[in-house]
């Protein structure tokens, strides 16, 4: 059975920091697009960040640009997200997902989620 289990979560105030990990089981995603996303309350799910199978190449939303980074360690089977300069507006909670077999939002598999709270 496969699963992604994201950790990391939590909460901060405006300006801090927190990496957010994605451990997958059950197949190796080393070959797979990864990505994160988020849903704030009354909104939709948005996509925050992806990253190909070897890290060569990574995107970001604009609102993120400059303060987030995706990374991955395949030999762990782990995606991270490293957030820092967060703000009020980045509470959410944020999902990882794994092999990307579409459009950007077409993942085969999606984690339950971890709350980040940005106090202001």
């Known amino acids: 059975q496969v699963q992604l289990v994201e950790s990391g979560g939590g909460l901060v105030q405006a300006g801090g920091s927190l990496r957010l990990s994605c451990a997958a089981s059950?197949?190796?995603?080393?070959?797979?697009?990864m990505g994160w996303f988020r849903q704030a309350p009354g909104k939709e799910r948005e996509f925050v960040s992806e990253?190909?199978?070897?890290?060569?190449?990574?995107d970001y939303a604009d609102f993120v640009k400059g303060r987030f980074t995706i990374s991955r360690n395949n030999a762990e089977n782990t995606l991270y997200l490293q957030m820092n300069s967060l703000k009020p507006e980045d509470t959410a909670v944020y999902y990882c997902?794994?092999?990307?077999?579409?459009?950007?939002?077409?993942?085969?598999?999606w984690g339950q989620g971890t709350q980040v709270t940005v106090s202001s």
């Open positions: 059950g197949r190796t995603f080393s070959g797979d697009t």
């Open positions: 990253i190909n199978w070897s890290g060569s190449r990574t």
């Open positions: 997902a794994a092999g990307r077999v579409g459009d950007r939002y077409d993942y085969a598999y």
